[in-house]
């Protein structure tokens, strides 16, 4: 998170002074996911400070992102509910990952690295509606948490097409009301 405590809206940056020991290197590919703009790219690692730098951040909020490495030949899940587990099987091409959240609470999953040629997303062994943004190379589809844990299964087509119904992320409208930032 990159917070602004100021009541307009400022820019900021953020320096890794040594991204390598974060294990950040320069030569892998990472995604850059803003949780709030629900935009996602792909940068390279010697990038990293470039990416992070003049943020706007609106009066009294904060801009949150999510980095993690970009996978060469399968899609990973970015955002949605907190992950428990993630499995790549490469031969089925078959991703599978468990998430949490609240019981009953209803949130957007985002799968990045969705390039592969997406099949179909299965909830709780259920088929769900997922859409492709072929701008953003996301997978992105609502889902409901209950008590236990969500296993969500992402199938690649064999042929590397897309065959999930393509529509845009549209950001998340911003909070009118609630607690900000003092």
């Keep these: 998170p990159i917070a602004n405590m100021d009541a307009k809206e400022q820019k900021s940056s953020l320096a890794f002074q040594a991204p390598q020991a974060l294990g950040l290197l320069p030569q892998e590919n990472y995604i850059l996911f803003n949780v709030h703009q629900e935009v996602a790219r792909t940068i390279k690692g ?3 400070n ?16 999510c980095l993690r490495a970009a996978p060469a030949d399968a899609p990973a ?7 428990l587990s993630e499995v790549w099987d490469g031969k089925a091409r078959i991703l599978t990952f468990s998430v949490q959240g609240p019981a009953g609470l209803q949130d957007t999953v985002f799968l ?9 997303v299965l909830v709780a062994g259920r088929p769900a509606l997922f859409f492709f943004d ?3 190379g996301l997978a992105h ?5 209950t008590a236990q844990p969500l296993r ?8 590397g097409a897309n065959r999930l119904p ?4 549209s950001a998340a409208p911003a909070p009118k009301t609630g607690k900000q930032v003092p």
């Design 166 to 169: 393509e529509k845009p992320v």
């Design 141 to 145: 589809g609502l889902v409901t948490f």
């Design 46 to 48: 010697e990038a990293i």
């Design 77 to 83: 899940h970015l955002w949605g509910g907190k992950r």
């Design 152 to 159: 969500i299964e992402v199938r690649c087509s064999q042929d």
């Design 112 to 120: 990045g690295g969705a390039q592969q040629g997406l099949q179909e």
């Design 50 to 65: 470039q990416a992070f730098s003049e943020v706007a951040i609106p009066g009294q909020r904060l801009q949150l992102f």
């Design 134 to 136: 072929a701008a953003q």
